[in-house]
């Protein structure tokens, strides 16, 4: 602990040597940057569209100019990310027990798609097995599958972790069971879909509900309801079954009845860990008919490299994604009504970069360890640009001390308090804490915990590999309005009543507490118990 403090003091004072040299973030600046990514002209930023080209082009440009370095050892600041482009056109049926078939609406009862290249997948005349919240967690002596032969089934699970209530305050859930109100890794669809393949399941369908999710279904739908991307390879992905998707609430509540169920009671013994697999007693018909487009796109890579001889071959990597949905011309109204800007998500995030990227190069020398910018790709279509990353990275990911993601940026004034998204994993907490207390602020946990952020952005994929993470989240009243009104809808423009300071001493902390990384002596760990702990 000793040591811990005083690293931690050391670094303080290495930054507080350069507080002078570094410039104040410039908030016009920011706005400006945002303003142009979020921009008609940019067509919202769609993977492998006109939109990427003029995104990447603008990011070279502005790292160019910066004076930064490519971060690509080809002397690049690209690096291709090879993605197939699939636009599923499904259709599910089934047959209740009463012989009354019935056809189900895509969009407004169900979404599918497939991360296959496959012109055609059927999933025919199979057998429906709901498995409660689908997961596996032997820390908690939890097991939804207990061994039941699942090959070639549909499977319906529950969304996020189980509820499971305080033995002490009935009215309040377990914090030693899946976080108790935290969304936990088992609760994120990518988890429960990565699941379901490895139990040879054909098919997946997460009941989606508005108030457990924490998001809207029209979210899933403006989501998964288009072309979806996939990682380019010559073997089917794990992480999916031939074809998942999202079961409307209500919809979900008449395929049980149909099959002379009760959801509800279900639901309820899904919450305990005697729960087993239940066949529904009916089948599905679930096929896809999918037009498929190789996609050629990039990550966009810039360095500067550490002055420290030894240390120079260590790196922070400062992330954020680059990407939004594009455009949907079935949307009514003119074409600006049309285009999803993506402007806090993530335009703001990438302005953030930039900013940073400007203030590295202000100081006088440059920190011992290298800082890395990656402005990745197809984050919305599964983390797919920093998945790419980590599995192909241009520094190794061993080498890779700490990253620091930015998704979103609080456009809403100033906070006393920092929320701290993943509070408790890492050693990383003490950099937050040390920047904040020199802004005079706080770090406290996401007040949001059930909404599970740290398992849905490109931080993610760098915990999983084993590096550790900072992801700051916004004021929780002001971000539960945006994600209830703006949130991945053509509404998420730029705002006439922004107020630009909170993002301003937000960047400025997360530029600190990534100097503080890359001068130290210790490198950030996983605490114990952490899911992510390198072994």
Avoid at 220 to 231: H, T, Y
Avoid at 449 to 465: C, K, P, T, V
Avoid at 521 to 526: G, N
């Amino acid at each position: 602990m000793k040591s811990l403090l005083s690293t931690t003091l050391l670094a303080l004072c290495a930054c507080e040597v350069h507080a002078t040299a570094l410039p104040k973030i410039d908030g016009a600046g920011l706005l400006e940057q945002i303003t142009t990514l979020a921009s008609d002209e940019f067509e919202g930023r769609a993977p492998g569209t006109q939109g990427e080209t003029l995104t990447i082009d603008y990011l070279q440009q502005q790292f160019k100019q910066l004076g930064l370095e490519p971060g690509n050892a080809d002397g690049t600041y690209l690096q291709t990310v090879p993605l197939v482009g699939i636009s599923s056109h499904p259709t599910l049926s089934y047959t209740g027990k009463d012989g009354k078939p019935i056809q189900l609406r895509f969009g407004d009862d169900y979404i599918a798609w497939t991360a296959r290249a496959d012109k055609q997948l059927d999933v025919a005349n199979s057998e429906l097995v709901f498995v409660g919240y689908g997961i596996q967690a032997p820390e908690f002596k939890w097991d939804d599958y207990k061994g039941a032969d699942l090959k070639g089934k549909t499977l319906i699970m529950l969304i996020n972790d189980p509820p499971i209530p305080d033995p002490r305050h009935p009215k309040l859930l377990d914090p030693a069971m899946f976080g108790g109100n935290a969304l936990t890794w088992y609760g994120r669809w990518n988890y429960k879909f990565e699941m379901a393949a490895r139990q040879g399941a054909a098919a997946a369908l997460i009941v989606h509900d508005n108030k457990t999710a924490g998001y809207p279904y029209e979210f899933v739908v403006n989501s998964w309801g288009r072309e979806n991307f996939a990682l380019k390879s010559k073997t089917p992905d794990a992480g999916y079954p031939a074809i998942p998707g999202w079961l409307q609430h209500e919809r979900a509540g008449e395929l049980f009845k149909a099959a002379g169920l009760d959801f509800q009671q279900l639901k309820d013994q899904a919450q305990s860990r005697g729960f087993k697999p239940v066949p529904l007693g009916i089948k599905i018909n679930l096929s896809t008919l999918n037009a498929t487009r190789d996609v050629t796109s990039h990550n966009v890579v810039a360095r500067i490299t550490g002055s420290d001889p030894l240390l120079k071959n260590e790196v922070v990597i400062y992330s954020a994604h680059w990407d939004h949905f594009g455009i949907d011309e079935s949307l009514p109204g003119p074409r600006t009504q049309q285009i999803f800007h993506g402007a806090v998500d993530n335009a703001s995030g990438v302005a953030a970069l930039l900013q940073i990227a400007r203030a590295y190069k202000a100081l006088p020398t440059a920190p011992k360890r290298t800082i890395l910018f990656v402005a990745t790709t197809a984050q919305e279509r599964g983390l797919l640009g920093a998945q790419y990353y980590v599995r192909h990275p241009l520094v190794p990911i061993g080498k890779t001390i700490l990253n620091i993601n930015i998704d979103g940026l609080n456009m809403w004034g100033r906070t006393r308090d920092v929320e701290l998204s993943g509070m408790g994993k890492s050693t990383a907490d003490d950099l937050v804490a040390a920047a904040a207390a020199r802004q005079g602020r706080v770090v406290k946990p996401d007040s949001n915990i059930s909404y599970g952020s740290y398992y849905r952005g490109d931080q993610l994929e760098f915990a999983r590999a084993g590096v550790p993470t900072i992801y700051l989240r916004s004021s929780a009243s002001k971000l539960l309005n945006y994600t209830a009104h703006q949130f991945h809808t053509v509404h998420d423009t730029v705002q006439p009543n922004w107020n630009m300071s909170g993002a301003v001493d937000d960047i400025t902390l997360l530029f600190q507490a990534g100097y503080q990384a890359a001068q130290g002596k210790d490198q950030p760990k996983w605490k114990d118990g952490a899911e992510f702990q390198r072994r």
